[in-house]
């Protein structure tokens, strides 16, 4: 696994994910334990810890397909809108030390912002990741 680092091996395919986009600098695919359907990572295929150490045009381009694959999400869900996290450091409840962007999809009116977590079923996860997969 190169750096020891999960997103870098699923980037580079030596960990399966379901992905839903893909290009030369970026991977975006449904985490496996979401806060909502449709809960995707975006990431950036080569390794920057968080936002400090990761270059101008590399923060760009990722925020770039961040803003793609949430238009794309509140589409093919469809939901109501999404909330777009990105954590740096521990303290901040990064757990993977590798820069990533949640996209969250909401359903309904305002209501508080919970970000608890449960399992998913993998199974769903594909058949979800089919169907909003950007051609």
Known sequence: MKNNCIFCAIAAGEIP???????DDVLAYLDI??????????IPKIHATGMLDA?????ATVVAR????????KTALPCDGFNILQNNGAAAGQTVPH????????RGEGGGISFTSG????AALAK???????A
């Open 119 to 122: 399992k998913g079923d993998m």
């Open 17 to 23: 994910s379901f992905k839903v986009y893909e290009d």
């Open 128 to 134: 979800l990741a089919d169907r909003i997969r950007i």
């Open 33 to 42: 334990n979401p806060f909502s359907e449709g809960h995707t990572l975006v």
């Open 55 to 59: 270059s101008d045009e590399l923060l």
């Open 99 to 106: 820069l990533h962007f949640h996209i969250v999809p909401r």
């Open 66 to 73: 961040v803003k793609k694959v949430a238009a794309h999400l």
